[in-house]
């Protein structure tokens, strides 16, 4: 079963695996990127089948802010999700998600899978209106 696409990028793979294994058992394609520059290699190959991006704001070697910023420019229809450790960096993410931040890191599983369904469910009924238009 494949329920959409998620990009996860973290830079800590102690914290970026487990969470991928969950996302995947629970029927999700999940892809994996260490950093910006790779996360940016694979939406140029893969963003048609991306649907969401998480990624953690405190990045090394690049944040999730400026990550964030460079797929809203290129990729409109990805939906982004920022975690982070630090209380005023979160805060900022709000500015660049719709719905605020997801969490912090380490990620709660099970929280990050509700906001994917909440996303994904909303794409679909956008898309559903979007047909019962045409």
Known sequence: MDDGCILIVESDVLVRAPLAEY???CGYRVLEAAHGEE????LAKESA??????ANVN?????GFALANWI???FSTIDV????TVAGAVEKAADLCEEGPADTVPYDHKFVH???????????RAKAKDEDKS
């Open 59 to 63: 990045a090394p070697k690049e944040s």
């Open 114 to 124: 509700d906001r994917i369904r909440q996303l994904l469910a909303g794409r679909a």
């Open 23 to 25: 996302l995947r058992e």
């Open 72 to 74: 809203r420019q290129n």
């Open 39 to 42: 996360a940016r290699a694979i």
């Open 81 to 84: 999700v920022l975690a982070g």
């Open 49 to 54: 089948a991306i649907d969401i991006v998480l």
